[in-house]
């Protein structure tokens, strides 16, 4: 078909070229948003004196139609066209004739892809941010249920100190408010509208770029019409938020499946979000774990590739920044299907706290409380780490824990153990009495304050 910028151009467009060149194939993502902008665009036209208020209802209804009738089915979005800004145009003009020609007057392609990929943006941040809360939910009704379901904390995969799930539940809720935090800076700090900045130096029509702006749900319009067209800084956010909303569900992933291994077995992922082998019938994968944490690195070469694009591009606008759709589409489904999944997995995933607690009492996370126990009778700090160093070693070497040493054994490494020693190192006096803010022996406070957190936001 004839191309809507074709009257400069004496021959037809290559056909190789015209495919590579075309953006049809992904663009028509955004097609209720290019509708949107449209409609927004004629009404402030049509205020300003630029269409008669005939031709922006003849427009506006031209529009609507298309919508209803490709929501129908009954109008495809083919390859036919260069990209969804041409597919609609040209449809409206078929649709309602010369006033439909109007549509585009005081625009530029460049301005209105700018303001598409916003509103879809803007979209997109607010579906990620329900999918991030319901997460977030799900994590303190598991904090809430095992305020006492002890466990081993680690630090370079080993076992360090005694712990609660809730407390370990708590350090992900803390990740996954703070990308809920990015994602609302960033719909904060793109929420300025483009609409009207043109190829790059605006226009000699009077428009109304704060009305625009207005009708679209924009703070205000941007400040610099090239800036407005050459920007793909809320991508990259975007991008990079996205990016360290897979980390947190990789790291949480990489616990779920070593949990989920034989050797540890503090979990029981439920059967539909695992998987069996085809040859070994013992088998029971944690496949969705995994695959979010291979998925991770789809969306970190997103980001990537967004910013190599931008590094080296003059002002204004480029065909360049054409490839800022697929990658940013893909990342954003990939990313809001592994919230789902991980948080359906969550969900329904068994603990079990006896194979936990059992844990932490076998791996002598309780160490440095024998250490404080003590100091607290008057040993020095460093006598005392080298003492409980020499118990550590006498269990290994009987195969026991701390709790299962006699009185007598105690003080034949040091005397000044006593009876009392075996409530200061209980696993449940070494939690509990650790109640310093965001320890482990506060978490039901910890508790209440995410509910109100996530009941005002």
Request: aromatic share 8%.
């Amino acid at each position: 078909m004839a191309q809507l910028w074709g009257g400069r151009f004496t021959k037809e467009t290559d056909q190789l070229v015209y495919n590579f060149n075309a953006s049809i194939g992904f663009d028509q993502k955004f097609f209720r948003q290019d509708v949107q902008g449209s409609i927004a665009h004629v009404t402030m036209l049509a205020k300003q004196g630029i269409l008669t208020e005939q031709e922006r209802d003849d427009i506006i209804a031209g529009l609507q139609g298309i919508v209803k009738d490709v929501e129908a089915g009954t109008l495809k979005i083919t390859e036919e066209y260069e990209d969804i800004h041409s597919f609609v145009e040209a449809n409206l003009i078929d649709r309602i004739g010369d006033a439909g020609k109007k549509l585009h007057t005081g625009r530029s392609r460049n301005d209105q892809v700018a303001l598409d990929m916003k509103l879809y943006v803007r979209d997109e941040i607010g579906q990620l941010d329900q999918l991030v809360k319901h997460l977030l939910e799900t994590l303190n009704r598991i904090m809430e249920e095992n305020l006492h379901t002890y466990m081993p904390g680690f630090t370079h995969l080993q076992k360090a100190q005694p712990i609660t799930l809730a407390h370990h539940m708590g350090a992900y809720f803390e990740m996954f408010r703070r990308d809920r935090e990015r994602l609302a800076d960033i719909a904060r700090r793109m929420n300025l509208c483009p609409l009207g900045s043109g190829a790059l130096a605006g226009t000699t029509y009077p428009l109304d770029r704060e009305y625009s702006a207005e009708l679209l749900n924009f703070d205000g319009a941007t400040r610099n019409s090239m800036d407005s067209v050459a920007d793909r800084d809320y991508v990259i956010e975007l991008l990079s938020a996205l990016s360290t909303i897979m980390m947190h569900l990789s790291r949480f992933s990489e616990e779920v499946i070593i949990w989920n291994s034989n050797e540890y077995q503090f979990v029981e992922i439920d059967d539909a979000y695992s998987t069996g082998s085809s040859i070994m019938p013992q088998k029971k994968n944690p496949d969705i774990a995994e695959l979010v944490r291979g998925k991770t690195g789809r969306v970190y070469g997103a980001l990537i590739s967004i910013l190599t694009t931008m590094k080296g591009l003059p002002l204004a606008y480029n065909k360049d920044m054409q490839e800022d759709k697929e990658l940013t589409f893909d990342a954003i489904d990939t990313v809001k299907g592994c919230l789902a999944l991980f948080d359906g997995m969550l969900a329904t995933m068994k603990f079990r706290s006896d194979v936990m607690e059992n844990s932490a009492k076998h791996g002598f996370t309780n160490a440095t409380d024998a250490a404080d126990y003590l100091v607290n009778h008057g040993v020095p700090f460093r006598d005392a780490h080298g003492i409980v160093g020499q118990l550590v070693l006498y269990c290994l070497e009987k195969g026991i824990s701390l709790d299962q040493m006699s009185l007598e054994e105690y003080q034949k490494i040091s005397p000044v153990f006593q009876d009392d020693i075996y409530n200061a190192i209980s696993i449940r006096t070494c939690v509990e009495k650790r109640t310093t803010k965001g320890a482990p022996g506060v978490m039901e406070a910890a508790v209440a304050e995410n509910r109100r957190y996530l009941m005002e936001n």
